[in-house]
């Protein structure tokens, strides 16, 4: 029991101290290691599961980079194909018309129009080379073997 002064500072009033009875209760639970041991071992849980996500998104992302590679290797591979059979059709072209010149049956414009396009073929044919060993080198990179 305790007193606790009235609503009002009327010292006249016989309700000037107010006794007041109180009850309480004090709970204390201890956490125990056991409790402590569950909620580490469901940390550790879901750490390993995070890691097994990262190491699955890791591997998932070398997979795409070799098979990019590789197809992107495989492209130039064709584009070089291509650009090389276009560059000996051009070479022999010019030779053919560079003939005919010299008999007098093809204009010099003409011939220098099919140097012309040997030169871009050419250019196409070196770009196609380069390209291709850039992938090359790229897909070596991703293999690992580099």
């Given at each position: 029991?305790?007193?606790?002064?009235?609503?009002?500072?009327?010292?006249?009033?016989?309700?000037?101290?107010?006794?007041?009875?109180?009850?309480?209760?004090?709970?204390?639970?201890?956490?125990?290691?056991?409790?402590?041991?569950?909620?580490?071992?469901?940390?550790?849980?879901?750490?390993?599961?995070?890691?097994d996500?990262?190491?699955?998104?890791?591997?998932?992302?070398?997979?795409y980079?070799?098979?990019?590679?590789?197809?992107?290797?495989?492209?130039?591979?064709?584009?070089?194909?291509?650009t090389?059979?276009?560059?000996?059709?051009?070479?022999?072209?010019?030779?053919?018309?560079?003939?005919?010149?010299?008999?007098?049956?093809?204009?010099?414009?003409?011939?220098?129009?099919?140097?012309?396009?040997?030169?871009?073929?050419?250019q196409?044919?070196?770009?196609?080379?380069?390209?291709?060993?850039?992938?090359?080198i790229?897909?070596?990179?991703?293999?690992?073997s580099?």
């Amino acid at each position: 029991t305790k007193l606790f002064q009235g609503p009002d500072l009327d010292y006249s009033q016989n309700f000037y101290w107010a006794p007041v009875n109180c009850v309480g209760l004090k709970l204390s639970v201890p956490i125990t290691g056991s409790i402590k041991n569950i909620y580490a071992v469901k940390e550790y849980k879901l750490k390993l599961s995070q890691t097994d996500l990262a190491l699955k998104q890791k591997t998932a992302d070398v997979t795409y980079e070799v098979q990019s590679a590789l197809t992107k290797l495989n492209n130039t591979k064709q584009n070089l194909s291509v650009t090389k059979d276009h560059y000996q059709l051009s070479q022999k072209v010019y030779d053919l018309n560079k003939q005919q010149y010299n008999t007098g049956d093809f204009s010099y414009q003409k011939l220098l129009d099919t140097e012309k396009s040997l030169s871009t073929a050419e250019q196409d044919y070196i770009t196609a080379v380069y390209e291709f060993l850039i992938a090359k080198i790229n897909y070596q990179k991703a293999v690992g073997s580099f």
